[in-house]
């Protein structure tokens, strides 16, 4: 099994900057990526961005070129930097890793949540 940890969220201004932390334990020799997800109130999870253990990324369009998703292998840590933070980013923030054979055999992992709140 593995256990997420996720650290970072707070209150920030809008075009303020924060950095999540999301420290995985268990079996970690079987993730295959890792990402974070976003759920505002009233609506739906969303994916933000993802991370192969290759370090291939991808992001969702609302969060190009301002967020930064990265890999620590070493302290087995994802980071996901968030510039130019907006009111919209506002959302309680998910760790996500999935394990096992990609299209055969994956297994879902999720943290608690942080919250982001973007606000003047």
């Known amino acids: 099994q593995v256990q997420l940890v996720e650290s970072g969220g707070g209150l920030v201004q809008p075009g303020g900057s924060l950095r999540l932390s999301c420290s995985a334990s268990g079996s970690i020799f079987s993730i295959t990526a890792m990402g974070w997800y976003r759920q505002a109130p009233g609506k739906q999870r969303e994916l933000v961005a993802t991370i192969t253990n290759g370090g291939s990324s991808n992001y969702a369009d609302s969060v190009k070129v301002r967020f930064t998703i990265s890999r620590d292998n070493a302290k087995n840590t994802v980071y996901l930097q968030m510039n130019s933070l907006k009111p919209e980013d506002t959302a309680v923030y998910y760790c996500?890793?999935?394990?096992?054979?990609?299209?055969?055999?994956?297994?879902?992992?999720w943290g608690q949540g942080t919250q982001v709140t973007v606000s003047s």
């Open positions: 996500n890793a999935k394990s096992g054979v990609p299209l055969l055999r994956v297994l879902v992992h």
